[in-house]
T-cell receptor, first 115, second 115 residues
Framework: DTAVSQTPKYLVTQMGNDKSIKCEQNLGHDTMYWYKQDSKKFLKIMFSYNNKELIINETVPNRFSPKSPDKAHLNLHINSLELGDSAVYFC??????????????FGPGTRLLVL | AQKVTQAQTEISVVEKEDVTLDCVYE???????LFWYKQPPSGELVFLIRRNSFDEQNEISGRYSWNFQKSTSSFNFTITASQVVDSAVYFCALSEPNRDDKIIFGKGTRLHILP
């Protein structure tokens, strides 16, 4: 059984489009995250939600909007996609709302390519 | 400021050799957590270990071992008798629960195990 799942796994789209990436975890965790991994493999946190409330919001363009319908889901919507948005996006979750200091479990990643 | 440095960008060793991946961190807090994650060629991120700042005991898990030394702010990872399946990018990470509680990842070390 997949603990943290993301869809789609691959996403190729044109510049200017709007797209969404979905994340679901079945671990019963309270906290979920989105990370961006650039072409140099550098991982950087984008957002963190605890019990559907936004906790961490890094310096991310307004075009990125996370949405958490319930604590098992954290979706990422991106408006007006730009070439620089091409990256791998990882969702993660952690236990008991303790924040990143609890162990985070990652989804398989979504490879976004903006043409 | 918190910072994680993985000075080795890429390492290649022959199978069955031992290899150590270095991780040096910077923090002003006395309470912090250190992590190692593995990213195999398939791209997913796999949790390996979490260590809190009050536990300097070294840990061994099969062929993997971790050496945590606060005196040198290092949390090094050793793979004994390496195997081809160990080929991956390995990330060291740090979080400070009493500060902003974000996880900061190092830039990763790409490990090639040659048959």
């Amino acid at each position: 059984d997949t603990a943290v799942s993301q869809t789609p796994k691959y996403l190729v789209t044109q510049m200017g489009n709007d797209k969404s990436i979905k994340c679901e975890q079945n671990l019963g965790h309270d906290t979920m995250y989105w990370y961006k991994q650039d072409s140099k493999k550098f991982l950087k946190i984008m957002f963190s939600y605890n019990n559907k409330e936004l906790i961490i919001n890094e310096t991310v363009p307004n075009r990125f909007s996370p949405k958490s319908p319930d604590k098992a889901h954290l979706n990422l919507h991106i408006n007006s996609l730009e070439l620089g948005d091409s990256a791998v996006y990882f969702c993660a979750s952690s236990q008991l709302g303790q924040g990143p200091s609890e162990t985070q479990y990652f989804g398989p990643g979504t490879r976004l390519l903006v043409l | 400021a918190q910072k994680v440095t993985q000075a080795q960008t890429e390492i290649s060793v022959v199978e069955k050799e031992d290899v150590t991946l270095d991780c040096v961190y910077e923090t002003r807090d006395t309470t912090y957590y250190l992590f190692w994650y593995k990213q195999p060629p398939s791209g997913e991120l796999v949790f390996l270990i979490r260590r809190n700042s009050f536990d300097e005991q070294n840990e061994i898990s099969g062929r993997y071992s971790w050496n945590f030394q606060k005196s040198t702010s290092s949390f090094n990872f050793t793979i004994t008798a390496s195997q081809v399946v160990d080929s991956a990018v390995y990330f060291c990470a740090l979080s400070e629960p009493n500060r902003d509680d974000k996880i900061i990842f190092g830039k990763g070390t790409r490990l090639h195990i040659l048959p």
